[in-house]
């Protein structure tokens, strides 16, 4: 496995002052912001897809650093009521897809997306309980003509061009769980997969370690996030861990993302790890920084650090 970061946290940061940070601190690659959510601040899409000698440019100052681009990411909402906005989220879905099958980058990251209760809904809607009866029809209704028919389009679309989708398992999105991927990758094609992220799990009850196995015996992980999650129970026992709180409200909130090893144990994080390797995943530890209490510079040392320790790096020897 390689290490690597989501440069969205250097957006301030040039496009090579941001590969040198990346170089410098001993990672192997970089996963790049396209636009939506997550910005393009290192990825002028649009030249790019137009512009060949632009291409090579690019990734030449990527490889001359040692570096690859082990994904390109634009979590946004293609399936959104906000009609606006789906269509920002899809036009950049599909051509960050063009773009990384013309750089030859196997994995688009992005969110299944969530979308409204009905057809002339202005907002999405997020149902977690089955009772009243009417969420489960919301969200019958919301998979059987919003989810489904919009990712057997693109699913085919990236198949097209041999590349990947990262769905991140994210609350607030119709894909959130192992179940809810498999059962759209189900629906669609293997091109759909996880972008596998522990923090959005733990919040959840869910065992990271668990879902990397459930996932990767399907060959369903296709990038992974390195994020942790801090839960402090007796906020828990106030708020439940569906907690509406505003994130920086580190004292009351039931849970809060950490960088790696301030939530978990490095224990932890070592048998996630050997859960990847055993059961197939070979590929980039991705990095991500959304740690309240510290500086994009403190968090994103102590996950390189914290990380290094329990990384399987060479491939395994003769037993």
């Known amino acids: 496995m390689k290490l ?8 301030e940061k040039s496009f090579e002052e941001m590969l040198d940070k990346v170089a410098d601190s001993g990672l192997k690659a970089v996963e790049i912001g396209t636009g939506c959510y997550p910005g393009n601040a290192h990825c002028p899409l649009e030249r ?16 001359k650093r040692g570096l690859m681009i082990s994904a390109f990411s634009c979590h946004g909402n293609p399936i959104s009521p906000d009609k606006e906005f789906a269509k920002e989220s899809h036009d950049v879905l599909a051509k960050t897809i ?6 030859g980058v196997p994995v688009v990251n992005c969110f299944s997306g969530t979308s409204g209760d009905h057809e002339e809904a202005k907002f999405p809607s997020w149902p977690v309980t089955a ?45 959130h769980t192992p179940y ?17 992220d522990p923090s959005h799990l733990w919040w959840q009850g869910i065992d990271p370690v668990a879902a990397i196995k459930i996932l990767a015996k399907e060959n369903a992980i296709h ?44 224990k932890e994080w070592s048998d996630m790890m050997s ?10 530890v991705s990095i991500e920084h959304e740690d309240p209490i510290m500086s994009i510079e403190e968090g ?3 996950a390189v650090k914290n990380l290094q320790t329990v990384l399987i790096n060479e491939e395994p020897s003769q037993m």
């Open 4 to 11: 690597g970061v989501f440069t969205v946290l250097f957006a």
């Open 48 to 63: 790019l897809i137009e512009n060949e000698d632009l291409r090579k440019e690019y990734i030449q100052k990527v490889e």
């Open 98 to 103: 063009k773009l990384a099958s013309l750089l």
């Open 131 to 175: 009772w009243p009866n009417e969420y489960r029809d919301v969200l019958n209704w919301q998979w059987e003509e919003k989810l489904i028919p919009y990712w057997k389009e693109m699913g085919k679309f990236a198949e097209d061009h041999q590349v990947k989708i990262g769905l991140e398992l994210h609350g607030g999105f119709l894909v």
């Open 180 to 196: 809810t991927l498999l059962k759209l990758r189900k629906e669609t094609c293997d091109a759909i997969g996880a972008n596998l």
């Open 223 to 266: 990038h992974f996030h390195a994020k942790d999650t801090y839960i402090d129970q007796d906020n828990v026992n106030m708020y439940g861990l569906t907690d509406m709180q505003p994130y920086g409200d580190v004292q009351t909130r039931a849970w809060t993302f950490r960088s790696v090893g301030c939530g978990h144990s490095l």
């Open 275 to 284: 859960a990847l390797r055993t059961f197939g995943y070979d590929y980039v």
């Open 300 to 302: 994103f040392s102590r």
